[in-house]
């Protein structure tokens, strides 16, 4: 390791032992090496597919069955992965910290399977349903599903429990991620691109209210310019750097 790097690898240990109030914002590069795609990278999920074709509420409309197609193959990538040594060093972030909340955009919910408990999901989970019927929210592992698309017992249509694009996100879970990032003490940003808003403002209203940050990531984004400490690497080699205990 670089003589730099390990220097900031020491100011982040630092800067997570001495914090009162720790937020953490994942995206889709934590789980790469999981195995499961990124969605702007080379091999990214938007290269091949069109995100208005499959991840929006018009394309559901005309299409639900091929919707449900495309999250049933996501499901079963997802299934058939496991949480990284990145997953699991958050997780043991939170136990050790005072306070603590992970802000997240991944759906794929490793995360959870990783042991974090105080999680903010912006985009939903890939394992709840919601019935555009009655409205009811339920939880849905069956992979495959043997119906597609799949109904609900009131005969609605169900649909994946994703924010999908040009959808609101949970006002609550929105509200929620932005008083802490405002409260945050350091506020470490791992792999997301931060192309979508409005999870990409949230280490700017934190930086805004004087929190020391961190970011993660294989290469330069737009944060980058306004992180206090940038180390480019992959999350699942770097986070059990910075927290090894
Ligand atoms: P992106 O695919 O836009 O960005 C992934 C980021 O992860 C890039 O900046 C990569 O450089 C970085 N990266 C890749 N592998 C990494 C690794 N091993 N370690 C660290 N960093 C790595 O994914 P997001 O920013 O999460 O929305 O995308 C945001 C939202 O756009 C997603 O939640 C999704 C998508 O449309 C919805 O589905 C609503």
Known sequence: MHIDDEARVHSVRRALREAGRIAVLTGAGISAESGIPTFRGTNGLW????????????AFRRDPGLVW????????LVADTEPNPGHFALARLER???????????????HDRAGSQN????????????????????RN???????????CSCGGLLRP?????????????????????????????IG???????????PLVAKESNACLIEIN????????????????????????????
């Not at 592992?141 to 109904?151: A, C, D, K, M, S």
């Not at 691109?193 to 999870?199: C, D, E, F, I, T």
Request: aromatic letters at 8%; hydrophobic letters at 45%; charged letters at 20%.
């Open 141 to 151: 592992t069956r992979v495959p599903l043997p119906e597609l698309p799949p109904h």
């Open 119 to 138: 999680i903010l999901k912006l985009h939903g989970d890939i394992w709840q349903v919601l019935c555009t019927g009655c409205g009811r929210r339920s």
């Open 47 to 58: 290269r091949k597919y069109r995100p208005e074709e499959l991840a929006s509420p018009s």
């Open 161 to 189: 429990d994703i924010v999908w694009f040009g959808e609101s996100l949970p006002q609550d879970v929105l509200q929620a991620a932005w008083s802490t990032s405002e409260a945050a003490d350091v506020f470490m940003v």
């Open 218 to 245: 294989m290469e330069e984004t737009a944060l980058s310019p306004h992180a206090d400490i940038s180390l480019h690497g992959a999350a699942g080699e770097l986070l059990p750097l910075l927290i090894p205990f």
């Open 96 to 110: 050790s910290a005072a306070d603590f909340t992970l802000i997240t955009q991944n759906v794929d919910g490793l």
């Open 69 to 76: 197609e495309w999250y049933d193959w996501r499901r079963g």
């Open 192 to 202: 997301t691109s931060a192309l979508v808003q409005p999870a990409a403002s949230l």
